[in-house]
């Protein structure tokens, strides 16, 4: 199963909005002007963050789709642990000896 993930670089990995938060706090302590630049950054901040969540994959579904869609990926998982041990037993592998 493919997904279409968006790769993630240093940029999108910060989720932390506490330091756009301490910034503006720090500017309306001193009352400079530059609030509102830090509120455009911080702004700016939230749309990144909402645009990432709507890209990612599963959201569109219900946690009754995640969920159901957990197990079956969870079962052929078992399965495929079953025929891999099988095999394993079978010792039809002959590992060639190193000389």
Same mark, same amino acid.
């Given at each position: 199963?493919?997904?279409?993930?968006?790769?993630?670089?240093?940029?999108?990995?910060?989720?932390?909005?506490?330091?756009?938060?301490?910034?503006?706090?720090?500017?309306?302590?001193?009352?400079?002007?530059? $609030?509102?630049?830090?509120?455009?950054?911080?702004?700016?901040?939230?749309?990144?963050?909402?645009?990432?969540?709507?890209?990612?994959?599963?959201?569109? #579904?219900?946690?009754?789709?995640?969920?159901?869609?957990?197990?079956?990926? #969870?079962?052929?998982? #078992?399965?495929?642990?079953?025929?891999?041990?099988?095999?394993?037993?079978?010792?039809?592998?002959? $590992?060639?000896?190193?000389?």
């Amino acid at each position: 199963m493919a997904t279409n993930q968006p790769k993630r670089g240093s940029e999108n990995d910060d989720c932390s909005f506490l330091p756009l938060v301490h910034d503006i706090i720090k500017c309306m302590d001193k009352d400079s002007q530059d $609030v509102h630049q830090e509120l455009v950054k911080f702004k700016t901040r939230i749309q990144e963050a909402r645009e990432q969540i709507g890209a990612m994959s599963g959201i569109d #579904r219900s946690l009754s789709e995640q969920q159901h869609e957990l197990e079956t990926l #969870r079962e052929q998982v #078992r399965t495929k642990n079953q025929l891999l041990q099988k095999y394993k037993s079978l010792c039809m592998f002959e $590992v060639p000896k190193a000389s």
